[in-house]
């Protein structure tokens, strides 16, 4: 019988620990998240692509996983998109998506190594949250964009009861370093009955 990982994936954990439940979960990940209607990727692919005309602007999809998020960008026309993640078992299932131009895996102890100003966008869906990655990250990949750089992210109904996430979002919207170009509360799992919020910043 295959593991279950849903309902047990939302709790605090040390990023060594996060790396390590998303390794075991790499090969079931998709049936089991596919098989609750996972809506957010593509809704966030739709969003952008309702801002972003050149579809050839490259994005880097930060915590890619197995390559949905990436997979819901090149079917909203977008052409180069380069994925990162914790999991190098994720990454494996990636990689034979064929969607990628690179593949990076992060390491737990070491920032992201991102060049600032490199991606004119930067995704992180389904990424920063409960379970996943801490909302220090937001400030991470909002630093990494040049200035106009589009950041492009959700956050799930569990993420959204603890107010330090929206906080950070916040304490860049609320001095004008940031300005908000989109927000939507909708589908996330529909088969969970949960929700998200999708966001697109644009850093000043």
Not at 48 to 58: H, M, Q
Not at 75 to 99: H, P, Q, Y
Not at 118 to 131: C, E, F, K, Q, S
Request: proline share 5%; glycine share 10%; aromatic share 10%.
């Amino acid at each position: 019988m295959t593991d279950k990982f849903l309902d047990k994936v939302y709790c605090a954990r040390t990023p060594d620990e996060t790396r390590d439940i998303y390794d075991a979960w790499s090969k079931s990940y998709e049936a089991e998240i596919s098989g609750n209607g996972y809506a957010t990727p593509g809704r966030v692919a739709e969003a952008l692509a309702g801002i972003v005309k050149d579809k050839t602007t490259p994005i880097l999809d930060f915590g890619c996983g197995t390559g949905l998020s990436g997979l819901a960008l090149k079917l909203a026309g977008f052409e180069v998109i380069d994925g990162m993640d914790l999991s190098s078992e994720m990454l494996a299932e990636a990689r034979t998506k064929g969607i990628y131009r690179n593949l990076t895996q992060v390491a737990t102890d070491a920032p992201p190594p991102i060049t600032q100003g490199a991606y004119p966008i930067i995704t992180a869906i389904g990424v920063i949250g409960l379970g996943a990655a801490p909302h220090a990250l937001f400030d991470t990949l909002m630093k990494a964009l040049g200035r106009g750089g589009l950041f492009a992210f959700s956050f799930n109904d569990h993420t959204l009861e603890d107010p330090a996430y929206e906080g950070r979002l916040n304490e860049w919207i609320d001095p004008g370093a940031a300005r908000l170009r989109f927000r939507e509360y909708g589908a996330h799992l529909p088969g969970k009955n949960m929700k998200s919020v999708v966001y697109i910043v644009e850093k000043n």
